[in-house]
């Protein structure tokens, strides 16, 4: 696989930012500022699923054939050559992560964005607002936290893998239930990220004008106020998978090991 720097140097590139996480996590929330700001083409794979469940199908199928036509989508999108395509869906198993990178075809660089939800009680008030202003359409999704939490369990922690060794330039982890700036500007810089190049909306985007496209090259390039919300939210886990990916890479990483007491 081609370097970072590589695959942002040269020819105009679309950037594809792939939302991942559970139900409630802040996806459609965090996947709804970033289209909107960086212009984007916005696909929600619910959009389908609820249209779908509205007839005779069943849960199960409905959602894989949502996933069937979100990647058609996504597919057609990338051919356009589009700056930016925002997808929103749970990437819940690395076979929905493979499939999405399958649809992309190696025509665009890849942003994963993971929305987690740290604080229970905050994520707890999001799920039963949420419920309580949902409609038909919104009848599959998890209506309560037992709900929820069964869904979970179900996935058998298919959902913990490592979206860097299966294809991806950039995974970033984002606490959605922590407030204050860290997150805003994590997400100034995510767009600073995939909006530059693009004339005024890219210097728009990012905090200072935005990362020079071309000039990250490595996970040592990265701002600090993307590197700080990243190494809170790494485990031993992510650690030892993040190492093993930039000595794959050859990419330097002792910023971010640094920043994590690693």
Not at 20 to 33: D, L, N, Q, R
Not at 59 to 83: P, T
Not at 165 to 172: K, S
Request: with cysteine; hydrophobic share 40%.
């Amino acid at each position: 696989r081609p370097s970072i720097g590589s695959a942002m140097a040269g020819e105009e590139r679309c950037w594809v930012v792939l939302l991942k996480g559970h139900p409630a996590s802040g996806k459609t929330t965090v996947g709804s500022v970033i289209a909107r700001r960086a212009q984007a083409c916005l696909l929600d794979k619910d959009d389908v699923k609820g249209d779908l469940l509205a007839g005779a199908l069943g849960a199960s199928e409905a959602n894989e054939i949502a996933l069937s036509i979100l990647w058609s989508l996504l597919r057609k999108q990338v051919a356009l050559g589009l700056a930016c395509i925002v997808v929103d869906t749970n990437l819940s198993s690395e076979r929905q992560f493979l499939e999405a990178m399958e649809a992309i075809g190696g025509k665009a660089s890849v942003f994963v964005v993971e929305c987690i939800a740290h604080d229970e009680r905050v994520w707890r008030e999001r799920l039963e607002r949420r419920a309580g202003m949902a409609d038909k359409r919104d009848a599959h999704k998890p209506q309560n936290w037992e709900d929820l939490v069964s869904l979970v369990e179900s996935y058998g922690g298919s959902y913990r893998y490592d979206p860097l060794r299966l294809g991806a330039e950039y995974h970033v982890r984002l606490d959605t239930t922590s407030a204050g700036q860290s997150l805003d500007r994590a997400l100034d810089e995510i767009l600073g990220i995939v909006s530059v190049g693009r004339g005024d909306r890219g210097a728009e985007a990012g905090t200072s004008g935005g990362p020079n496209r071309g000039s990250i090259c490595s996970l040592a390039d990265l701002p600090e106020s993307l590197l700080a919300p990243i190494s809170a939210n790494l485990g031993p886990r992510d650690l030892a998978s993040l190492a093993l990916t930039c000595r794959q890479l050859r990419l330097p990483c002792s910023r971010l090991c640094d920043l994590s007491g690693w």
